[in-house]
C-alpha cells in the first residue's frame, strides 16, 4: 500500500507513529496516529490515552482538512464553546467556556507570547503552515504554567520534519476580503542538524458589511417616532453595529535550528519576527513582534534529564497617518526575559518532575503616565509526580508557588488527577485550582480613553484572579479489527466541569476625575461555570469518518461576558470526511463540516443570535506533491442581522482556492 512508518526521536517529546503523507501514500481513513503523544497535560510525553487531563489534539491532518487561514479559523471549526469576536479597534477577542482571553494561556511550543492588545495575545503571530498539532486542555493549570491558564491552555506546537529535506510553496486566495495567503518552508535533517524555515505572507482588503436596515425602513421608524406611533428601537439602534472591516497585511518568519551535539545533549535555538499593519479609517496600526530562544536537553539515559532555556519575546505597537507621522512619540512595547530549568528522574514506572521559572516583565507606553516604563519578575518554582500504581491506576500531583515583585502577589496553585483503565472503558478524575496575577497595565493604567474625556485607570492594589475546576470524564476507545487488519475504530468522550472563578479583574465606575468620568481597575465577586463536553469519533475502512462535538454551559453568579463576546450555552462542531485514492495520480480528501452556537446567555439579545455556518472542503492530491484545495464556506449564505462584536466574519457564501507544491516530492519518487 506505500506506507511507511516514521519513529520521531524521544528527545523531540514525541514518541508517535505518524503516517507518511506524501504523494504516493493512499490518503485514506486508514492514515490515523497511532498511539499519539502529548505533552501539554502533564509537562512532559505522555500517550494520549494515558493523559492524566482531557487534552483536545487537533492534528497536522485536522489542520489540513479544516483548510483554515488562521488559528481562529482552525480553533473555531474544531472546537465548540470557542468563539472569537471583536473587541474594540477591530482587535480578535476570545471566548473559551466563558473565559475571555487572558484566561487562557496560549503557547508556541511551549513558549509564553509578549504583548497584548485589549486582553489578549496578537492570534496572527500564529502561523498554521509549521505547525504539527495543537493541544487543548481546558479548565485551570497553572500548577504547571502559572498566571494567566486560569481556564485553560493551548500550545501550538511544531511540526518535525524526518525527511532529508524538504521544500513547499504555497498560495491561496479567499474571496471575503480577497485574502491572499503565499507561504513557503523549507527544512533539513542530517543525523546531527534539523532545520525548519517557514515565511508567509496574507494580505486582506477591507470588506464593507450591507447595514441591517435599508435606509427606506429606517427612515419609517423614524416616521412612526415623529407621529408618536410603535415603532422598532433597534432599527434605530445603528450605532452599535459594525460597518467596515479593516484591511490587513502579515508577513511572518520563524527559524528553529536542532543540533544534536551527542547522544546524550541536543540545543535548540530559534527565532522568529512579525509585522501586521491594520488599516484604519483615519490612520493605520503596525504591530512588530521579534523573539528568540536556546534550550539545551541532557539526558544521562531513559531515566533522567535536565532542560535548561531562555526566552525572549518583544511585541511593539505603533500608530501612523496618512503622511507617516506617529499619533504617539511613544506607543507601547512588551518585553519578556524568561529562564526555565526542569530535571526529570524516573523511578521505575513512576516519575518525578522539578522545575522553576524567571521571567522579567517590562511594559512602556504612552497610556502610563508620562509615558512611563513598569516592569515586574515572576519567580516559581513546582513539582510534579507521576505514581503509576498499578498498569491500570495512575495518580499525578502537581504544586506550584509563583510570587510576582510588582504587586508582591503570591499564588500556591495545585492539582491532582486519577486515571483508571478497565477493559472497556478510562475514567478520569481531575482538580486543579489556577490563577492570573494583575498585569502592568491593569495595575498602572492611566489613559484618556481616545481623547473623549474618559480616563481608566489602574490599581496596583489587585488581587490575584483565582479559580478552581472540577472534572469527571469517560473516555471509549476502539479499534475494529477483522482477520487482523484493521476495519475501523471509534472514540467516545463524555466531560463534565465545574469551574469556580473568584475575583475577576475588570473595570467599575471610578467616578470623577479631574471633572472626568472614570473606570476603575477592581476585583469582581465569583462566578461559577458548570458545563459537559461530548465527543464523537468514527472511521471507516472504506474512506469515511465522522467526527461530531458537543458543549453546554451554564453560568451562576456574576456573569463573565462584556459588550464584546457572550458565552453561549449550546455550541456543536462536526465534520464528515471521504478519502480514496483512486489512481496512482490522484487522490482526493472531502470534508463537509459546520459549526452551531446557540443563543449568547446574556448581552444584547436583539442583536446576538445563534446561527450554523457550514463548509465544504475537497484537497485533491495530484501527481507527486501537488495539493489543490477548493473550498466553499457558508453553504448555505447565512448573513448576521445586524453585524455586532460577536457576528461571524461572513457576508454570506464564499469561496477559496489553494495550491500547495511539494518540491521534494516532485524531485524524488518515492
Given at each position: 500500500?506505500?506506507k511507511?512508518?516514521r ?12 503516517v ?10 486508514l492514515?490515523?496516529?497511532?498511539e499519539p503523544?502529548v ?6 510525553p505522555?500517550?494520549?490515552?494515558d ?8 492534528t497536522?491532518r ?6 483554515a487561514t ?12 470557542l468563539e472569537?469576536g471583536?473587541?474594540m479597534g477591530?482587535?480578535t ?6 473565559f ?8 508556541l511550543d511551549g513558549?509564553?507570547?509578549?504583548g497584548e492588545?485589549?486582553?489578549?495575545v496578537d492570534?496572527?503571530?500564529m ?9 487543548i486542555v481546558?479548565g485551570a493549570?497553572?500548577?504547571l504554567?502559572g ?10 506546537i511544531?511540526?518535525?520534519n ?8 504555497n498560495?491561496?486566495y479567499n474571496s ?12 533539513f ?6 532545520s525548519q524555515t ?6 486582506i ?5 450591507p447595514k ?7 427612515a419609517?421608524e ?8 410603535p415603532?422598532?428601537?433597534s432599527?434605530?439602534?445603528d450605532d452599535a453595529?459594525?460597518s467596515?472591516?479593516?484591511g490587513?497585511k502579515t508577513?511572518n518568519?520563524?527559524?528553529r ?8 545533549l541536543?540545543l535548540t535555538?530559534r527565532a522568529?519576527?512579525?509585522y ?5 479609517d483615519?490612520?493605520d496600526y503596525?504591530?512588530?513582534s521579534?523573539?528568540a530562544g536556546?534550550?539545551?536537553?541532557y ?9 535548561l532555556s531562555?526566552?525572549y519575546d518583544?511585541?511593539d505597537?505603533a500608530?501612523?497617518?496618512p503622511?507617516g ?8 512595547s512588551?518585553?519578556?526575559?524568561v529562564?526555565?530549568?526542569?530535571f526529570?528522574q ?14 522579567h516583565?517590562y511594559?512602556t ?7 512611563a516604563?513598569h516592569s515586574?519578575?515572576?519567580i ?8 503509576n500504581?498499578?498498569p491500570?491506576?495512575?495518580i499525578?500531583?502537581?504544586?506550584r ?11 500556591l ?6 486515571v483508571?483503565?478497565f477493559?472497556?472503558?478510562t ?22 480613553m ?5 480616563m481608566?485607570?489602574?490599581?496596583p ?8 475546576n ?5 473516555e471509549?476507545?476502539?479499534r475494529i479489527q ?7 475504530s471509534?472514540s467516545?468522550t463524555l466531560?463534565g ?6 475575583k475577576?479583574i475588570?473595570t467599575i465606575?471610578g467616578?470623577?476625575y479631574?471633572?472626568?468620568?472614570s473606570?476603575l481597575y477592581?476585583?469582581e465577586e ?8 461530548l465527543?464523537?469519533?468514527?472511521v471507516?475502512?472504506?474512506g469515511?469518518?465522522?467526527?461530531y ?9 456574576n456573569v463573565i461576558?462584556?459588550?464584546f ?5 449550546h455550541s456543536m462542531?462536526?465534520?464528515?470526511g471521504?478519502?480514496h485514492?483512486?489512481?496512482?495520480h490522484?487522490a482526493?480528501?472531502?470534508?463537509l463540516?459546520g ?13 446576538d443570535?445563534?446561527y ?7 484537497q ?5 506533491g501537488?495539493h489543490?484545495?477548493t ?6 449564505n ?6 455586532y ?10 469561496f ?5 507544491i511539494?518540491?521534494n516530492?516532485?524531485?524524488?519518487r518515492n
Open positions: 500500500m506505500g511507511s512508518l519513529i520521531v526521536p524521544a528527545f523531540m517529546a514525541l514518541s508517535v507513529l505518524t507518511n503523507l506524501s504523494a504516493q501514500t493512499r490518503l485514506d481513513s492514515e490515523f496516529e497511532l503523544v505533552v501539554t497535560a502533564s509537562h512532559s505522555k500517550a494520549l490515552k493523559a492524566p487531563v482531557v487534552t483536545r489534539l487537533i497536522l485536522d489542520i489540513k482538512l479544516t483548510d488562521n488559528i481562529q479559523d482552525m480553533l473555531t471549526q474544531e472546537i465548540p464553546g472569537f471583536f473587541a477591530q482587535e477577542s476570545l471566548n473559551m467556556s466563558g475571555g482571553g487572558n484566561a487562557v494561556l496560549f503557547l513558549e509564553r507570547m509578549a492588545t485589549m486582553d489578549n492570534y496572527n503571530r502561523n498554521l503552515d509549521n505547525v504539527g498539532r495543537i493541544e481546558k493549570s497553572s500548577a504554567y498566571s494567566n491558564a486560569v481556564g485553560g491552555v493551548i500550545n501550538i511544531s511540526r518535525e524526518l525527511e532529508p529535506w524538504t521544500a513547499n510553496v498560495s491561496r471575503f476580503g480577497h485574502e491572499w495567503r503565499n507561504g513557503a518552508s523549507f527544512s535533517n542530517t543525523k546531527k542538524w534539523n517557514s515565511f508567509q505572507h496574507t494580505k482588503d477591507p470588506v464593507n458589511l441591517a436596515h435599508s435606509a427606506e425602513e429606517i419609517a423614524l416616521l412612526k417616532k415623529a407621529q408618536g406611533l415603532y422598532d428601537e432599527v434605530l439602534e453595529n459594525l467596515r472591516l479593516y490587513q508577513y518568519i520563524k527559524e535550528l536542532i543540533w544534536r551535539t551527542t547522544d546524550n541536543t535555538g522568529g519576527y512579525f501586521r499593519t491594520s488599516e484604519r483615519t490612520y503596525h504591530f512588530n521579534y523573539s536556546l534550550k539545551g536537553k539526558a544521562w539515559n531513559q531515566n533522567r534529564s535536565l532542560e531562555y526566552a518583544q511585541y505597537k500608530n501612523y497617518m503622511d507621522t506617529r499619533t504617539h512619540d511613544h506607543d507601547y512588551n518585553r519578556q526575559h529562564a526555565h530549568a526542569l526529570s524516573s523511578f521505575g514506572k513512576n516519575n518525578l518532575i522539578v522545575g522553576a521559572d524567571f521571567m516583565d511594559l507606553t504612552y497610556q502610563f503616565i508620562d509615558n516604563g515586574q519578575n515572576n516559581d518554582g513546582y513539582a510534579q509526580f507521576d505514581w500504581i498499578t491500570q491506576l495512575n499525578v500531583g502537581s504544586m508557588y509563583d510570587y510576582y515583585s510588582a504587586s508582591a502577589q503570591k499564588a496553585t495545585e492539582r491532582l488527577a486519577v483508571y483503565k477493559p472497556w472503558m475514567l478520569r478524575a481531575n482538580y486543579a485550582s489556577g490563577f492570573r496575577a494583575p498585569t502592568l497595565k491593569e495595575m498602572y493604567m492611566h489613559f484618556d481616545g481623547n473623549m474625556g474618559y481608566i485607570i489602574g490599581n492594589d489587585l488581587k490575584p484572579e483565582k479559580s478552581h472540577i472534572n469527571l470524564a469517560i471509549r476507545q476502539h477483522r482477520g487482523g487488519f484493521f476495519d475501523g471509534y467516545f466531560m466541569y465545574c469551574n469556580i472563578f473568584d475577576r475588570t465606575d467616578g470623577l479631574q471633572d472626568m468620568e473606570a477592581w476585583n465569583g462566578v461559577t461555570v458548570w458545563g459537559i463536553d465527543s464523537l469519533g468514527y471507516m475502512k472504506n469515511l469518518s465522522l467526527k462535538n458537543y458543549s453546554w454551559m451554564r453560568e451562576t453568579g461576558y462584556s459588550q463576546s457572550q458565552p453561549r450555552s462542531t462536526w465534520r464528515l471521504y478519502s485514492r483512486f489512481s496512482r490522484y482526493l480528501d472531502a470534508a463540516s459549526r452551531n452556537l446557540g443563543k449568547p446567555q446574556s448581552g444584547h439579545t436583539n442583536v443570535q445563534g450554523s455556518i457550514w463548509k465544504l472542503m475537497l485533491h492530491h495530484i501527481w507527486r501537488v489543490l484545495n473550498a466553499i464556506d457558508n453553504l448555505f447565512y448573513k448576521p442581522r445586524p453585524y462584536y460577536s457576528s461571524p466574519l461572513t457576508t454570506g457564501t464564499s477559496s482556492i489553494g495550491l500547495s511539494d518540491i516530492d516532485l524531485i524524488i
